[in-house]
């Protein structure tokens, strides 16, 4: 069974720093993306970042680019979202996604929050 775990959410003011990590369990191979979307309050769930398994490369939002960083530890399974600069805006629940890169089936964790305060 596929398991995604994900921490590091809470309460931060704006201009500060927060970091997400989300630990995955019960993949069988490892040709998979990482990465994170999030949802604002009365919005749809939008793209916030993929750590793509093929090419190693990563890509961002327009909105998050040049604030946040995501990267992955392909040895643990793991991959993080580094933000900094955070705005109100930034403000939703973080949710953590494994897209296998064969069938294209997607696993989701269970959310954490991020509030920003002015």
């Known amino acids: 069974q596929v398991q995604l775990v994900e921490s590091g959410g809470g309460l931060v003011q704006a201009g500060g720093s927060l970091r997400l990590s989300c630990a995955a369990s019960?993949?069988?191979?490892?040709?998979?993306?990482m990465g994170w979307y999030r949802q604002a309050p009365g919005k749809e769930r939008e793209f916030v970042a993929i750590?793509?398994?093929?090419?190693?490369?990563?890509y961002y939002a327009g909105s998050v680019k040049g604030r946040f960083t995501s990267s992955r530890d392909n040895a643990k399974n793991t991959v993080y979202l580094q933000m900094s600069n955070l705005k109100p805006e930034d403000t939703a629940i973080y949710y953590c996604?494994?897209?296998?890169?064969?069938?294209?089936?997607?696993?989701w964790g269970q959310g954490t929050q991020v509030t920003v305060s002015s």
């Open positions: 996604n494994v897209h296998l890169t064969l069938g294209g089936y997607d696993y």
């Open positions: 019960g993949l069988t191979n490892r040709n998979y993306d």
């Open positions: 750590n793509r398994w093929s090419s190693g490369n990563t």
